[in-house]
């Protein structure tokens, strides 16, 4: 399907890797203009600089600061913010009694808040020209729980609550809000923790993902990043305009079961 976002100026939090990399490249693809924003700035900036009309702001989406100058900053270059794309996070694997309370904390801010505060800042922008997308990228924990991840699964359970009720709030002035909720996604946080995984359980890297990633799934692979991106792309178009408020599956089937 051909998305045409000519014109439309978006913000991509954690642009500089992964599944926010790849939908920066869709969205500039598509025609946007795009600010790119990560704690990583090396990265960032050298794939903004293969983005048409693109640009990078060095951004912490914990900080409300950094959260106010993202938002200022893509105003004050491109005119407005008409789609926004909250993707950044990280994970904490321990379990709950083992959890560091600040590391709880943190990924709340950066997954949970930090979406809020982005929202917050940039909707009044969208409801001016009365067009507008929000497309938070949540995961398939933000719907189903795994142990030793509580801070990261209530992150995203909390994302999905956002995700609701901002749609309810934005529908009458043209601007959809929409969660993606992928299964696992070939980006460098989960080599990592293929990598982690064989060492701590002795087995080979094929076996942490057919044994332990892949079990639930009926599709028996990773997800590529540019699967994701497609979906987010689709979400900017017009031809989404009537989807909002939904948890956008993408889970290769885990949760049919
Ligand atoms: P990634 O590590 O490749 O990319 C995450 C990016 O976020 C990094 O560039 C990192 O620097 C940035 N980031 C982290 N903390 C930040 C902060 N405080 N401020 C600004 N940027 C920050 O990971 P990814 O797999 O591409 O993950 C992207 C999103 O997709 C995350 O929200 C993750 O929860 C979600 N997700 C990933 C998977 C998966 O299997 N990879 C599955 C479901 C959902």
Redesign the pocket.
């Known amino acids: 399907m051909h998305v045409d976002l000519t014109g439309r100026r978006a913000i991509v939090?954690?642009a500089?890797?992964?599944?926010?990399r790849a939908v920066a490249e869709g969205l500039a693809a598509a025609g946007a203009r795009v600010v790119l924003?990560?704690?990583?700035a090396e990265a960032g900036e050298r794939v903004a600089r293969d983005l048409h009309g693109c640009a990078f702001q060095r951004?912490?989406?914990?900080s409300r600061d950094d959260c106010r100058r993202l938002v200022d900053r893509t105003v004050e270059l491109l005119g407005g913010v008409d789609i926004l794309v909250n993707?950044?996070?990280?994970q904490h694997v321990a379990p709950i009694e083992e959890l560091p309370e600040e590391r709880w904390e943190h990924l709340i801010r950066?997954?949970l808040i930090g979406a809020f505060l982005l929202t917050m800042y940039s909707i009044s922008h969208m409801y001016r020209g009365h067009w507008g997308r929000i497309v938070n990228?949540a995961?398939?924990h933000g719907l189903v729980a795994s142990p030793y991840k509580s801070a990261y699964i209530a992150a995203k359970h909390g994302l999905l609550g956002l995700t609701k009720t901002v749609a309810l709030e934005a529908g009458e002035k043209g601007v959809t809000v929409n969660a993606i909720c992928?299964?696992?996604?070939r980006?460098?946080?989960?080599e990592k923790q293929i990598a982690d995984q064989a060492k701590v359980h002795g087995i080979s890297e094929n076996e942490v993902i057919e044994r332990i990633m892949l079990a639930r799934a009926a599709v028996r692979r990773l997800l590529e990043?540019s699967e994701v991106a497609a979906y987010a792309l689709f979400l900017c178009s017009d031809a989404a305009s009537g989807i909002t408020g939904a948890a956008q599956l993408m889970d290769a089937g885990w949760t049919a079961r």
């Open positions: 939090t954690g500089s890797s992964g599944i926010g924003a990560d704690l990583d951004t912490d989406v914990a993707n950044a996070g990280l950066v997954m990228i995961s398939i992928p299964a696992y996604v980006t460098p946080v989960v990043p």
